[in-house]
């Protein structure tokens, strides 16, 4: 199969980011990046991407009086790239319906919950408020509602009695680090499609044992 020409969009850290261009460099995911688009010049992430050998650019969101203006700026920068899949990552715009189906089953997304669980923003503080026993991330293909679209692949992390927000989102971050470059290596090796808005994985295994927490 060919490999895969990618974009990943970021707005900050990138540590999402760096392990998917690391995924890609070591040959673990088929795919050639070919752009690393922020809307913020200030994103620490494109250091990262620079260091790696991967062409950035910045689009600011501000340079535009309306999304649909700025999705288009978006639109074209992706495709001058050459690109033919992207990977939000840590990307923090509200994309326009008109981008988001131009790019349809070829867009994928980590957030970092159980998905449909707290979609959105300040997601550890409300798990926590909520009391759940376990978290983790969702990788999904990405439909127009907030942080929707079929699941490809999740990972669970317990909730520990002295979790605050900051240990909680550390080691849902280590297991974002973990998943996302193994579902987009999945989708790159063509082991993932949609049918019926379900993400089908095929060629995987999976796991059998149950997890109790508390445990005793
Ligand atoms: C991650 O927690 C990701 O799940 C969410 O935004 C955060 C980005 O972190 N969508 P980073 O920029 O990848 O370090």
């Given at each position: 199969?060919?490999?895969?020409?990618?974009?990943?969009?970021?707005?900050?850290?990138?540590?999402?980011?760096?392990?998917?261009?690391?995924?890609?460099?070591?040959?673990?995911?088929?795919?050639?990046?070919?752009?690393?688009?922020?809307?913020?010049?200030?994103?620490?992430?494109?250091?990262?991407?620079?260091?790696?050998?991967?062409?950035?650019?910045?689009?600011p969101h501000r340079d535009f009086g309306e999304r649909?203006a700025f999705?288009?700026a978006?639109?074209?920068?992706?495709?001058?790239?050459?690109?033919?899949?992207?990977?939000?990552?840590?990307?923090?715009?509200?994309?326009?319906?008109?981008?988001?189906?131009?790019?349809?089953?070829?867009?994928?997304?980590?957030?970092?919950?159980?998905?449909?669980?707290?979609?959105?923003?300040?997601?550890?503080?409300?798990?926590?408020?909520?009391?759940?026993?376990?978290?983790?991330?969702?990788?999904?293909?990405?439909?127009?509602?907030?942080?929707?679209?079929?699941?490809?692949?999740?990972?669970?992390?317990?909730?520990?009695?002295?979790?605050?927000?900051?240990?909680?989102?550390?080691?849902?971050?280590?297991?974002?680090?973990?998943?996302?470059?193994?579902?987009?290596?999945?989708?790159?090796?063509?082991?993932?499609?949609?049918?019926?808005?379900?993400?089908?994985?095929?060629?995987?295994?999976?796991?059998?044992?149950?997890?109790?927490?508390?445990?005793?």
């Amino acid at each position: 199969m060919a490999r895969l020409r990618l974009a990943i969009l970021i707005s900050g850290r990138g540590s999402n980011m760096r392990t998917l261009l690391a995924a890609c460099r070591s040959g673990v995911v088929a795919a050639d990046p070919c752009l690393v688009l922020s809307n913020r010049a200030e994103a620490p992430g494109l250091a990262l991407a620079e260091a790696a050998g991967v062409p950035t650019r910045t689009i600011p969101h501000r340079d535009f009086g309306e999304r649909t203006a700025f999705d288009a700026a978006l639109d074209r920068a992706l495709r001058e790239a050459g690109a033919e899949f992207v990977c939000l990552a840590g990307f923090m715009r509200l994309l326009t319906r008109d981008f988001i189906e131009a790019w349809r089953d070829r867009m994928i997304n980590i957030h970092p919950s159980l998905l449909p669980a707290f979609p959105g923003l300040d997601t550890h503080r409300r798990a926590l408020a909520a009391g759940v026993k376990f978290a983790g991330c969702t990788v999904h293909f990405v439909r127009f509602e907030t942080d929707t679209g079929p699941i490809i692949a999740q990972a669970v992390v317990p909730v520990l009695g002295s979790d605050d927000e900051a240990r909680l989102a550390a080691r849902v971050l280590e297991a974002e680090h973990r998943l996302y470059p193994l579902a987009l290596g999945l989708v790159a090796a063509g082991k993932v499609w949609v049918e019926g808005e379900r993400a089908v994985v095929e060629g995987v295994t999976q796991p059998t044992q149950m997890l109790l927490n508390p445990t005793g």
